[in-house]
């Protein structure tokens, strides 16, 4: 999954270089607020670490063998601002010294590998072993879901980098200039390798790692777990929620912009709209502007309450766009705080048990 | 089956150690990438890498292969040593992923292989593909040969990488190999007690354990390197030792570097 010079264009690593920093400035603003001292031996020790887990040579059913990454143990340990950075700077090195995986695609790498596979192995790691004792069986399977899950999920996003390459980079003749196949083909190919090897070679090495630390040192399972003081390192205390309020009312009064794009996005059509856009294409045939059966049956099997942002009643588009996102982030937070209070009763019952 | 397993694990430790080795060889060698300012090679070389992956004609891409052949010859990097350790490898694992670009690509046939069609953007996709990987990773690997690593890290500061970044990869890279020893020995000596064939789910619960021991062990590092570092009055404030000075020479190579890179841009945009 490390991926080398010349498969994504320049203006694809620039953005993934962008999307990296934000998450290493974030990673290193909350580990600052720990002692700075104590978190650089931390994670070069750990990134170190990592490195060594990449080289293991793991036995998979079938036969074969596979790589694991070592970021779930990394996020399960250090939580995910420390794993991003480990792993940050383990590919940094297998990039500049050891060649693996590219310079100009090492934000791409550490975007997923390092970023999206730390948050997703943290995110479902403490959502499956939520309440559960340092000891219990859970943890070891929760490990092990949420390494599959992680490389998993740093494989498709690789996969969608890859698969909008020839669409947005090629030449008059159609040439792609970088990787060449388009999504329909790289989601897959990627995909099936992943799901199969790498995914089961992280769930092993992570389930394996927590059942061994759960026996020999399950004190640095305790920092993620959740079942004393919290976490992640440098989270001294709950994280504050204001921040997230403050986003979400911003987001809510920008929701107006979606007024300034022209024309319906692509295959959110409705029947009248497709037949209208498919009759207007360069490559159109009676086939494509005719409207599927299918779509034509279900296309009035629900009628939305706001349909397209626009309260019947509300006169200004503007302010219709506006109580759609109230309305939205609203049954949200009610679902929300339904899952919460369902969550809570089921721990009270499972500790008083 | 189970010596296959720890066999082929510490020959993967060994092979890393050994190009490491190498690496440090290589970069004492006096050669022309070893005369220049650490900090004009890693400038120069990216610079090279960028343009390789922003030039679009297959011409200028192995204009820029050649390039980098020269160089490497004339820092006495032997053809062996990149054909072995950069060339077959990326064509190896790019071919076979360039492969099927040849029939899968839509575009003009130039030729047919039994039922398939080969198209010419498939052939030219294809080719600059594996072209732009190979050229690419030729000239990370000829930084990576002819500069020290602590060299590489000091130019990176030059690069305006953040201070804590640099010491943290400083230290990874010198707690790696003491790591990577240390898990050497530990699928060595399990190796020595193993008489028969391991059955697969015990051969992966020794690689947990040997991955759990390692954690336990890092864990500990770590807080001995605190500990030392707090008793030489470590406060967070990273201090970076720089005195290199460019000479007339670094500056012909780094505008040479710029040079190509730049005419490779425009002449293959």
């Known amino acids: ?353 | 089956m189970s010596r296959s397993f720890l066999e082929s694990t510490t020959l993967g430790f060994g092979r890393a150690l050994t190009r490491a080795m190498l690496s440090e060889e290589t970069a004492r060698e006096r050669g022309l990438l070893q005369s220049l300012d650490p900090r004009v090679r890693v400038l120069g070389l990216f610079a090279l890498v960028l343009a390789v992956t922003l030039s679009h004609k297959l011409v200028v891409v192995a204009a820029l292969l050649a390039m980098s052949v020269v160089m490497a010859v004339l820092s006495r990097v032997t053809l062996f040593t990149l054909a072995k350790r950069v060339w077959l490898i990326v064509l190896g694992f790019t071919g076979v992923i360039a492969l099927p670009a040849l029939f899968l690509t839509p575009g003009r046939p130039v030729a047919a292989l039994g039922g398939l069609v080969i198209t010419s953007q498939g052939l030219h996709t294809a080719a600059l593909l594996i072209l732009r990987v190979e050229t690419a990773v030729t000239l990370t690997t000829l930084l990576v040969l002819c500069t020290p690593w602590a060299h590489v890290l000091k130019a990176l500061r030059a690069l305006r990488l953040p201070k804590e970044a640099i010491v943290m990869m400083a230290m990874t890279y010198r707690y790696l190999f003491l790591l990577v020893e240390t898990a050497n020995q530990m699928f060595e000596s399990r190796r020595s007690r193993t008489v028969g064939v391991l059955r697969p789910e015990e051969q992966r619960r020794v690689a947990a354990r040997t991955a759990g021991v390692l954690l336990s062990k890092s864990f500990a590092l770590s807080n001995d390197v605190y500990m030392a570092m707090q008793s030489r009055g470590f406060r967070g404030d990273v201090q970076v030792l720089s005195h290199w000075r460019l000479t007339m020479w670094d500056w012909v190579g780094l505008l040479s570097f710029l040079f190509a890179g730049s005419l490779a841009v425009w002449m293959g945009r």
């Open chain 1, 1 to 353: 999954m490390h991926i080398p010079d010349g498969y994504l264009s320049p203006s694809t690593c620039g953005v993934l270089y962008v999307g990296a920093m934000a998450g290493w400035y974030s990673s290193i603003k909350r580990l600052k607020r720990v002692l700075l001292s104590r978190v650089i031996p931390l994670i070069s020790v750990f990134a170190a670490f990592s490195f060594v887990v990449m080289m293991f040579n793991l036995p998979l059913p079938g036969g074969t063998t596979g790589h694991a990454l070592g970021v779930t143990i990394a996020a399960i340990v250090l939580g995910p601002s420390g794993a991003i950075l480990a792993l940050s700077i383990a590919l940094g090195i297998q990039a500049l010294f050891f060649g693996d995986g590219g310079i100009t695609t090492l934000g791409a790498n550490c975007f997923n590998m390092a970023i999206v596979g730390s948050l997703v192995a943290f995110a479902s790691y403490r959502m499956i072993a939520a309440g559960a004792g340092l000891t219990s069986r859970r943890r070891v399977v929760a490990a092990a879901v949420a390494g599959y899950l992680a490389v998993n999920a740093a494989a498709l996003i690789a996969a969608v980098e890859f698969g909008i390459q020839p669409m947005l980079f090629h030449d008059a003749s159609g040439t792609p200039l970088y990787a060449p196949y388009p999504l329909r083909i790289a989601i897959p190919a990627m995909m099936i390798g992943h799901l199969t090897f790498a995914g089961l070679a992280e769930a092993a090495i992570s389930g394996g790692l927590v059942a061994y630390l759960q026996v020999a040192d399950s004190g640095l399972l305790r920092a993620t777990s959740g079942v004393a003081a919290d976490g992640d390192l440098g989270r001294s205390t709950a994280p504050s929620l204001r921040r997230l309020w403050i986003m979400i009312a911003i987001f809510m009064l920008l929701t107006p912009l979606g007024i300034l794009a022209a024309g319906t996005a692509w295959g959110e059509w409705s029947p009248a709209q497709m037949t209208q856009t498919t009759a207007s294409a360069p490559s159109a045939n009676s086939a494509a502007s005719t409207v599927p059966a299918g779509l034509q049956r279900l296309s009035n099997f629900w009628t939305a309450p706001f349909p397209a942002y626009a309260p019947a009643f509300v006169k200004s588009r503007s302010f219709g766009y506006l109580l759609s996102a109230m309305f939205g982030v609203g049954l949200l937070l009610i679902v929300s705080l339904a899952a919460r209070s369902w969550a809570a009763k089921s721990r009270g019952k499972e500790s008083s048990a």
